[in-house]
């Protein structure tokens, strides 16, 4: 197995579009290596499974417009349990899923995304797990739909910087800030804004 030279790339597409019937769900099914079938089977409800099915057979088509087989690339998980393809393969990758919508990027660099759709903003969040000035920039939006869509917006960065990390919820989500114009020190974060009632997010390690 050589080393990939893997550019960054993200793509996200309705489940609808990448699962259009029940035999591309089957063959998506096949396709996924065992340990990601294990994740998928360990889901209690099928719209979950069909969510992750899809998330990464985005993830495997992306590879595959590159030359390169991601059921053929062997896999590690850190203590955290994040994902990562072995070192020697020389890119990153994470996927994201969220109702109807799936997200996947990969890069040479460590990364990683989220899609949410947008819901009510929920305020016992905003107080467990948003930093001060994230609170006061939701707050700063009357109630209804700019509110709720700022802290989705806030919600997706936090996210998608947790997952970059790699150290899942060991990270208290309120001893960083990921406010719009501001993120922690020595990573990115591009805005994704779907128009269907989705935001996303890709966080990547700075050059």
């Not at 590159?66 to 994902?83: D, M, S």
């Amino acid at each position: 197995m050589g080393s990939f030279n893997i550019t960054m790339d993200v793509q996200s597409e309705r489940i609808e579009a990448v699962l259009p019937d029940e035999g591309a769900f089957a063959a998506a099914c096949a396709a996924l290596p065992e340990w990601r079938r294990r994740k998928c089977d360990g889901f209690r409800f099928e719209v979950d499974r069909r969510q992750s099915v899809a998330a990464w057979e985005l993830l495997r088509r992306m590879l595959a417009e590159k030359g390169v087989r991601a059921e053929n690339l062997p896999v590690t998980e850190n203590e955290f349990g994040k994902p990562a393809f072995d070192p020697a393969v020389g890119f990153h990758f994470n996927i994201s899923h969220a109702k109807d919508r799936v997200l996947a990027a990969i890069g040479d660099r460590p990364l990683g995304c989220d899609v949410e759709r947008i819901g009510k903003t929920r305020a016992d969040v905003v107080k467990l797990c948003f930093a001060a000035d994230e609170r006061d920039y939701v707050l700063s939006f009357p109630e209804g739909p700019d509110r709720d869509r700022a802290f989705c917006r806030v919600w997706v960065r936090k996210e998608s910087y947790v997952k970059a990390v790699g150290k899942g919820m060991s990270i208290p989500f309120k001893s960083f800030s990921a406010c719009p114009g501001v993120f922690p020190s020595g990573w990115s974060c591009e805005d994704l804004d779907f128009g269907d009632g989705s935001l996303g997010a890709v966080c990547t390690l700075s050059p």
